[in-house]
């Protein structure tokens, strides 16, 4: 059984050589890209506001050595994965950049990061730096690289094992090409790059995954803002464990599951226009376009005025698309064309109940508070109300957004009556993991009553297949190299 950092080096490097016996691994580097947990502020990065997760202690670790020619070679650790290799003069080659594997392959998150960096170029003369990439310069991709990686982070459970692996490949193709990404600025940067690059897969996501991925630091918890892109430490230092237990169901990235999460981001898209709207038509106001947008600093209107203004915007009943359009002064056609297409170019199923506007603004407005509020008050240590608002969000994303599900609302209340200060459903939901907050003197028995109650009675699962579903993590370093 694999254990230290060690022993994972030196099983990559025996893998490594295995697989491609001919490249000079000696001269590969360790780089860790952590998963992520989020304490609060849920799906409401992709409308631009702000977050508040930690990079934790479990991760990806790979072994990334620099190859002359312009390929990428992947394989997992575990051979039961099958290695990918693609060319980069791919990119080049097709309109329409790197040709995805099949929906839900692994390899089309290092395609993601890939496809993404190669639109990027530096100019003549400059340093190698993330900060200095733009379009319309000249080469900077000479080199491709091969990679093997394994990770502890549990998938499909709202970790973000998906965005580890597009960071990591992002970085991997950095250290090939002597980009450097270490600074601040750099990191930022890249965050943005890498959210960019996730679109690849299908889903309209926010950066929080990314970005905390890429800043993360030990014993720190991160607010991280997007208007701009800024992450701000919060020393979380504590008695307290920050406890992740997977309900045990799945939420892959399947198309339905994607659809699932994009029909949340355009209802918002089109909840934030249709206030923009309003904002223009009745004060003058421009540029609004996300939710996150409408603040004072950029409409001119105090808090309280803006909280009067979006209270009656909308009804309660959902929305049909010709209702939407007429608010928007445009045709259900252009609304339709511009807010909801898939990737694939393919007409976003429009939801027969209609679109819940009411619901997931509401959601946004009122989690965005407690995302503020929340820094405020772990800022002040006061770890007792931080839960209380961790449980509001849980219920919001319930009632409002409807990104739980049975088994994560028996869970998180399981959690709340076993002592937990805070229970909430962590990531994007409809599965996947809870996060909560317990006291160390209580974790023994939290983690009992888990087992017994939720895993146990509830899930039939025995001690032996349960215990491995719950675990402790801790605020961790972001993404880079290790030595
Ligand atoms: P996970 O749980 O990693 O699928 C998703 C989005 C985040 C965020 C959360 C919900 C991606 C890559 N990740 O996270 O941006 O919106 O859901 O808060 O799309």
Known sequence: MIKTTEDIKEALHGRMRALWPSLPIRSGVFISSPGRVNLIGEHIDYNNCPVLPIAVDKRIVALVVAIPERSVKVADLDPRYESIEFSLEEYERLPEGLVPFKTGH???????????????????????????????????????????????????????????????????????????????????????????AEWYVGTKGGGMDQAAILMGKNRNAIKISFNPIDAVLIPFEYDIAVVVAHSTVEAPKTREMMDAYNRRSIECTLAGLIVAKILQNRYDIEHIRYIGDITPSKTGLEQSVLDAIVTDVFHEE??????????????????????????DGTQFPMPIEGFKLYQRFYHVWKEWRRV????????????????TLMNDSHASCRDYHEVSCPELDMLTDIARSAGALGSRLTGAGFGGCAVSLVRPNDLAAFTETLLHDYYGRNMRLDRANAEHHIFVVHPSQGAGRIE
């Open 372 to 387: 503020e509020r929340s820094e405020q008050l772990l800022i002040q240590g006061d770890i007792e109300t931080f839960g």
């Open 106 to 196: 692994w390899g089309n998150y290092i395609k993601a990061a890939v496809n993404e960096l190669l639109s990027y170029s530096l100019k003549e003369g400059q340093e190698r730096s993330v900060t200095n990439l733009s379009t319309g310069g000249d080469h900077v991709w000479e080199c491709g690289f091969a990679m093997v990686f394994t990770s502890t982070i549990p998938q499909a459970a709202g970790m973000s094992s998906s965005s580890a692996l597009v960071v990591l490949s992002t970085l991997a193709l950095l250290e090939a090409n002597d980009v450097s990404y270490s600074s601040f600025e750099q990191r930022l940067a890249l965050a943005d790059i890498c959210r960019r």
């Open 318 to 343: 959902p929305y049909q698309i010709d209702e939407i359009a007429s608010l928007l002064d445009m045709s259900t056609d252009q609304v339709n064309r511009r807010y909801c297409k898939r990737k």
